[in-house]
């Protein structure tokens, strides 16, 4: 095929008008498992939505979680790497009060990050749809690649973008942009080549570059207008200046706000604003729009940003910003496919225990929750988090809501729930059924989560933990056995009797698979769920049922840094940093003056000078 003969000609990390084609340093034999053109000692290769350094998928690393609760150990406030990293510093907290918040402190400046961030799987497949329309029958060219990592590209992966690329020019010849690359005529080819390479490159390609990919036609064996099309595509998907969004045009200025110790950073061209704007809002490319204006220099200043971010999650893009919010709300709640520390969506259930229990639930249940959490996202205010009673349900999911399954279908339908009966997110099926064991409830796994929700950290029980029985005794209900269990050890029962079992036993009307409950299915015993104090940040206070407690963790100022906190680490793609962390506080004071859209979040974190400056590592 014309493609084999042509692949030594691909681009070889032509970034900003002074590379040139290298013909030896494509093949995977060449690179030792890195992409040509994007070594760069030190530096990171992120995976993130939008940015410049993702933390790594925890899926794809150790991490230390713990025993008790399966989730993640927190680390000291200020380094916590969004619960993928190994806690060495906290020991089990000995007071009764909430652990402080794993948040940082601002740092008024720009945090190190990478000039060569790679296409996350799910941005390579969104541009190419963007740009040529095409789509396997499985719906992702990214099916067959590895997992999203940061550091050197592996061999196997490169490998697997160049047999994506040989599939999709094939698939792209036959649409508009293919066949205009098929013109015999050299101006005619010359204006395909540019107006594709501007979409692909995010900027406009060099004379050079385009008589590069136009010489592609004089190749010999002589191809036919369409295998010659075929290789300019095929070409322009390897090339290290599609696979990164390279920053490298970039002068250096002062960065402001850091007179007492002056901290010198590059300032991105008008064509690196545009690509950071479009990766972080759409996962994709820039519109024409928004070339135009990097064409014309006219994203320089915060309020041009401001105005470009603002049209781009607008009524009109909603399909297109929706996914990134919903990705943002994912990590927030640390929903994974792929992380072992993750539990959402990954337990099955004691059908004789709980017969309104079926497979299925799993995937409507998760489907739930994306849809809630790209409604609210975009349409909502921050404690609809918490308090909303909007709930997507089909005919296998709604018995568990008290609803008659006869009158929904296969689809999810968007309903309104009881709003004193589940209140938010945490008490939709989703979150019940996953943070619970096959044969019972777990109000240390559900109390567990809501402190790090609440900014506390859980501390590292005694390893032997999950071994240690129910004492001998006669229990009532699930939250009798769980205190008596806590208190084997005082370790334990310090932490968990104070901080841990509270929060968790306010749920247990709510059972091991989402529905409400009014007897403990295990002990037979009448659930109450009133408890004598919760231990909140701001001090603790008695709580009586869902609603109450919701209500108290939505209106937590540390709920709202933390939220605002993993958000923009979504979005810029990087851990938590003290540098990012002065936009989170900064958002989180919009939350707390009220009335705030969290679809403002997004442009918001674009106005923080990160966004147009970068600082690269020593």
Known sequence: MILASLASVACSGETGGDST?????????????????????????????GGTNTPADPGAQPVATDPMTGLPVSPTPGTQPQGNGPDTTNPTPTTTDMPPPATGTCQPGVPITSQIPRLTNLQYDTVVKDIFNVSPASGKWSDSFEADTVG???????????????KIAAAVVATPVGQSLTCADGACLDAGIKALGRQMFRRPLTDAEVAKFTALKDLQPAGT????????????????????????????????????APQMAHQLSDYEVAARLSFMLWGSVPDQVLADAADAKELETKEQIAAQAARMVGPEFKDRVMPVINGAHRFYANISDTSSTSRWGKMDHDTAKFPEYLPAQKAATMAEMDALFADIGYNGKFEDLFLSNVAYVNADTAGLYGLNPADYGADLTRVELDAMARPGFITRAAFLSSFAHPDSTAPILRGAFLIRIMGGQTGVPDPNALKTPIPDGTYATNAEATKALTSVQDSCKSCHWTNINPPGFV??????????QTKDPVYGGDITTAVDAVNFPAGSKPINNAFELMTEIAAGRATKEIYAEKYVSYATGREANDYDTCTAIQIADKIEAGNYSLASVLPDITQADSFRLRVAGE
């Open 21 to 49: 084609m290298n013909p030896g340093a494509i093949t995977p034999a060449a690179s030792s498992g890195v992409m040509p053109g994007t070594e760069a000692p030190g530096a990171i290769t992120p995976s993130g939505v």
């Open 225 to 260: 207008p369409e295998e010659i099309a075929a290789a300019i595509v095929y070409s322009m998907l390897i090339s290290p200046s599609f696979l990164t969004r390279a920053e490298l045009d970039a002068p250096e200025v002062m960065v402001p706000g850091t007179d007492a």
């Open 152 to 166: 050197e590209l592996p061999s196997t992966q490169w490998a697997n973008y160049l047999a994506a690329a040989d």
């Open 507 to 516: 749920l247990e009307n709510f059972s091991a698979v989402g529905s409400i």
